[in-house]
């Protein structure tokens, strides 16, 4: 799932690779991800592609002379490249630019949903389509970060992977922030201290700053991540076991200590989880918790993987 390092390290590519040449060919594109009809896609052939922006995940490229600008977001099984002249690409592309010199852009999504996004537009006709979008995560500031917080509370691996509260991240990357920055993923988004708001700041900023490094240094997912898809190793932080939840659609990998310590925070070092069971969401959560917290204990089995059904009981939707 492409995020902020692993677009704007693509974004960079495609800037040496694209911009500044005519397109040939556009299309074709799966009729399922092409969201515009007027102008129509081959109105960019014979122009010439701008260097490429970035919105949160969105790709953006100008097309100044023909006032268009191209919208391509690759949302979670996207993912593009740019094929050398010659080159056998898949059989049916998502998404397709045949460029000058014979070169191609080519998107291509895997899995039956198809939820990659590709418009054309006028210029300035997109500004409405991405005002939804927070501030950019990769740069936010404490203040902004503090004031997005606190717009509304909710679990902070929910907040991060919010495109209009932050622009930017995802599951992946809301893993290893929060591992970085020492917080629950269950913490609360309003109930943060001023120190806890500065550590996710700064867990942000170092994590999004490093990863376009390891992107264009061609790292691998598994070079990337520490955390995310690494159940039942040891957290970078503190050394204890990951665990896992499944939801429908995202994970959550965190650590949980056995003892309060100086590392990671744990579920238990939020007391409103273990509250008085006075009301019946309190004591579903009673009832679910211990079973998130029985999988750390059980981490010395081989897998101690959770995995919610596809109808999330109501006792989770507050996580996602
Ligand atoms: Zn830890």
């Known amino acids: 799932m492409p995020e902020y390092p692993e677009i704007e390290a693509l974004r960079e590519l495609l800037e040496a690779r694209v911009s500044g040449q005519t397109v040939a060919r556009a299309g074709p594109t799966h009729l399922a991800i092409l969201k515009t009809i007027d102008p129509p896609l081959n109105s960019l052939e014979g122009a010439t592609l701008g260097a490429p922006l970035r919105r949160g995940k969105p790709l953006l490229f100008p097309v100044s002379a023909a ?75 404490d203040d902004a970060l503090a004031d997005a917080l606190g717009a509304e509370s909710r679990r902070l691996h929910s907040f991060l992977r919010d495109q209009r509260a932050l622009a930017g991240i995802g599951c ?39 990863g376009p490094d390891a992107r264009r240094a061609g790292k691998s997912d598994k070079q990337v991540y520490t955390v995310y898809k690494r159940l039942d190793e040891t957290c970078p932080t503190c050394a204890a076991a990951l665990a896992q939840v499944d939801f429908e659609e995202h994970t959550i990998f965190y650590c949980q200590p056995a003892r309060p310590t100086d590392g990671c925070s744990r579920i238990g070092d939020y007391p409103e989880f273990f509250g008085s069971s006075t009301t019946k969401q309190s004591l579903t959560m009673d009832v679910v918790l211990p079973r998130v917290l029985s999988t750390r204990r059980a981490a010395a089995t081989p897998n101690s993987r959770i995995s919610v059904p596809p109808r999330t009981p109501r006792a989770f939707s507050w996580i996602g």
Do not use: C
């Open 67 to 141: 006032d268009l600008v191209l919208h391509v977001h690759q949302m979670s099984a996207g993912r593009i490249s740019v094929l050398k002249l010659g080159v056998t690409g898949p059989k049916r592309p998502a998404f397709s630019l045949t460029l000058e010199f014979g070169e191609r852009l080519v998107m291509t999504e895997h899995g039956s949903k198809k939820r990659a996004r590709v418009g054309l537009y006028r210029t300035g006709a997109l500004d409405e389509g991405l005002s939804h979008l927070g501030p950019e995560a990769y740069d936010i500031t």
């Open 172 to 210: 992946a990357w809301a893993n290893q922030i929060l591992n970085r920055s020492k917080l629950s993923p269950y913490a609360l988004s309003g109930k943060l201290g001023a120190d806890e708001v500065r550590r996710l700041g700064v867990a942000i900023r170092s994590s999004l700053s490093e």
